[in-house]
């Protein structure tokens, strides 16, 4: 009999790989490692989405490089060159089975922009439909600041959400969740986590030993939180307990729900983007957005700070310059400053009628706290 009702009894589930679960030290693909690692995930093939780090690492040793790059050019070439192998070996294994895989490469723009959304939703929805297992994978190869720490862990959450996953397991060279640093000393495993109070006090470190993969216990920590957050169950363990995992058997941290399902595209803009200015709103903006949930308006613009385009990500901060929220702006930075305090009737009449829509439309505005 298994002990964890939220494994057996999901039907959807998301599963991240990190790059040291994948790779050897030197950099390359470890291909016995893959392979255990498609024979663990087999049994959940017709219903599972593969969230998988490991391209940048898997192009090191074909290009000669020792270490991961501090160049952005370079590791967006180690990218190109190895996600190809990486997605190649995937078919390889899951092909061993009868199981196609479908290459999925995605960017904040495509959770965060409405149209992309949908589009991206659409295209995971219609692999799964067809019993193809998509493997997901940031786009690092023209990525510029999404190659940041722990973003496939941030990705593996809001994937979750997307395809409305039951269970999002995320798996590294770590077998769980400890209150300190189990290289390091004594360290007690955390079994379960029930909320944020169960995290307080805890030591995470950084990346592993093999130097090839940026995040960490934090990162995956942040992603399970994300995801709870919206009503996913999840399971932070080794790769080596990946089947154990899959099957319900405790092993490794598992996270409860802590909240309900909420749009993916918002989870996205809150967690994982980073914001390209700040606009300041007066008392009475704020209150309108934080406690009436309504759009922003120009009349309610003080201040505009930053260099961005429509459709980038901003955050909305109070007349202290505190954050309040978060959202997709309508309008280029250099547009806003004859804007600000003016109505939108005003706006229009004066300007155009493409001008009376909102600085920041409520569909696409998501608060912090």
């Known amino acids: 009999m298994t002990g964890r009702p939220a494994v057996t009894h999901a039907r959807r589930v998301v599963v991240k790989v990190g790059s040291s679960s994948?790779?050897?030290a030197a950099g390359g693909l470890d291909v016995h490692r893959l392979d255990a690692l498609v024979a663990a995930l087999l049994p959940r093939a017709g219903d599972l989405v593969l969230v998988s780090s490991g391209a940048i690492a898997a192009g090191?040793?074909?290009?000669?490089l020792s270490r991961r790059p501090r160049d952005l050019a370079?590791?967006?070439?180690a990218a190109s060159v190895g996600q190809s192998l990486l997605v190649h070996r995937y078919a390889t294994a899951f092909g061993r089975s009868g199981h196609l895989v479908g290459q999925v490469l995605l960017t904040a723009t495509d959770v965060a922009r409405r149209a992309h959304y949908r589009n991206a939703r659409t295209t995971l929805d219609r692999l799964?439909?067809?019993?193809?297992?998509p493997v997901v994978n940031e786009n690092d190869a023209v990525a510029t600041d999404e190659i940041r720490v722990g973003d496939n862990d941030r990705l593996a959450a809001i994937v979750a959400h997307l395809v409305r996953a039951d269970?999002?397991?995320l798996l590294?060279?770590?077998?769980?969740?400890?209150?300190?640093n189990p290289r390091l000393g004594p360290a007690t495993l955390l079994a379960t986590v029930s909320s944020d109070a169960d995290l307080i006090g805890l030591q995470v470190g950084g990346p592993g030993a093999a130097g090839v993969g940026v995040g960490g216990m934090a990162t995956k920590i942040e992603a399970a939180r994300i995801a709870a957050s919206g009503g996913v169950s999840v399971v932070v363990t080794s790769a080596a307990n990946a089947a154990a995992a899959l099957t319900g058997d405790e092993v490794g941290t598992l996270f409860h729900p802590t909240g309900r399902r909420k749009p993916s595209r918002l989870l996205w803009l809150a967690h994982a983007t980073t914001p390209r200015g700040r606009l300041y709103l007066d008392d009475g903006a704020v209150t309108a957005v934080v406690e009436r949930r309504v759009?922003?308006?120009?009349?309610?613009?003080?201040?505009?700070?930053?260099?961005f385009e429509a459709g980038d990500p901003v955050d909305l901060v109070d007349p202290a310059g505190r954050p309040v929220a978060r959202g997709l702006v309508n309008y280029d930075a250099r547009e806003l400053p004859g804007m600000l305090g003016r109505s939108t009737v005003e706006l229009a009449a004066t300007l155009?009628?493409?001008?009376e829509r909102e600085v920041v439309h409520r569909d696409d505005l998501v608060l912090l706290h």
């Open 22 to 24: 994948l790779t050897t």
């Open 60 to 64: 090191l040793a074909p290009m000669g």
């Open 74 to 77: 370079t590791l967006q070439a």
């Open 128 to 133: 799964l439909e067809l019993g193809i297992v």
């Open 167 to 169: 269970l999002l397991v």
């Open 172 to 180: 590294s060279d770590v077998d769980g969740v400890y209150d300190a």
């Open 295 to 307: 759009s922003l308006l120009p009349a309610g613009v003080t201040k505009v700070d930053g260099d």
């Open 352 to 355: 155009g009628p493409a001008y």
